[in-house]
């Protein structure tokens, strides 16, 4: 387990950069998002987030753990919604936010392999955060 950085930590504003190396330091990485994410009662986690300026996030929106390295939304619906809103790097605070219904997210797995997943209800708003 990491400890989680909060805001405003001039860190979460700064650009990650992108995972290149798919090996078993990257897989440590995941496995300790994952557990700070769980740990903390989270369903979203991202790097940046435990101070590791690199683009890799995982979730476990509706009790389907993802981890996706240098993500990228590609389509946003027309269609939007608005969901409460809490962040781990801000604690005790709660939002209105409205964002696109349905997007579309290229990422990699850990091994490097590309995928893509049509995001709808809570994990369309994970990845959006």
């Keep these: ?3 989680i950085i909060h805001y405003p930590d001039p860190r979460l504003s700064q650009p990650s950069e992108p995972v290149t190396q798919f090996d078993d330091d990257l897989a440590k990485l995941a496995q300790r998002m994952v557990a700070t994410m769980i740990e ?3 369903v979203g986690l991202a790097a940046v ?3 590791v ?3 890799i996030i995982v979730t476990n929106a509706d009790n389907n753990l993802i981890v996706m390295c240098n993500p ?3 389509v946003f619906s027309d ?3 608005s969901h409460g809103e809490g962040c781990l790097s801000i604690p005790g605070i709660k939002a209105d936010v409205t964002r696109p219904a349905r ?3 290229d990422y990699q797995t850990l091994s490097g ?4 997943v049509s995001a709808t209800d809570l994990l369309a708003v994970v990845v959006q955060h």
Excluded: A, H, N
């Design 53 to 55: 300026l690199k683009r």
């Design 103 to 105: 997007v579309l997210v």
């Design 113 to 116: 392999e590309p995928q893509s």
């Design 1 to 3: 387990m990491s400890d």
């Design 72 to 74: 990228e939304i590609t």
């Design 49 to 51: 987030q435990i101070g």
């Design 79 to 81: 269609e939007t919604k």
């Design 40 to 42: 903390e009662k989270g």
